[in-house]
Nanobody, 127 residues
Framework: QVQLVESGGGLVQPGGSLRLSCAVF??????AAWFRQAPGKAREFVAT????????RYGDAVKGRFTISRDRAQKTVSLQMNSLKTEDTAVYYC??????????????????????WGQGTQVTVSS
């Protein structure tokens, strides 16, 4: 099993920015992703990245505002969140899998596509 250690969560005002980081310990992922879960709501896909070439996909709610990236030397995955809204408030989870999914795959946005998960970090957007 891969261990994922998240950091960077916190409180931010609407319109602000926040950057989350996820350190990967163990096997280098084929794909990594971010999901989120707001109180009383289902887990939601945020973004995913294919490790070897950086190919990405984003959920509709965050497209154009969030950017996922990876640093292969440091084995970290980041989520840059800009223009934050109150509805972005959630616990954000980092996830990883050895699989390198095809860019056209819809399964790569499914939580079941990922075997390893971080503990989650709280992001609160409030004025």
């Amino acid at each position: 099993q891969v261990q994922l250690v998240e950091s960077g969560g916190g409180l931010v005002q609407p319109g602000g920015s926040l950057r989350l980081s996820c350190a990967v310990f163990g096997q280098t992922p084929g794909s990594a992703a971010w999901f989120r879960q707001a109180p009383g709501k289902a887990r939601e896909f945020v973004a995913t990245i294919r490790w070897f070439d950086g190919n990405t996909r984003y959920g509709d709610a965050v497209k154009g505002r969030f950017t996922i990236s990876r640093d292969r030397a440091q084995k970290t995955v980041s989520l840059q969140m800009n223009s934050l809204k109150t509805e972005d408030t959630a616990v954000y989870y980092c996830a990883a899998t050895p699989r390198a999914y095809n860019s056209g795959s819809t399964y790569r946005s499914d939580p079941s596509a990922y075997e390893d998960w971080g503990q989650g970090t709280q992001v609160t957007v409030s004025s």
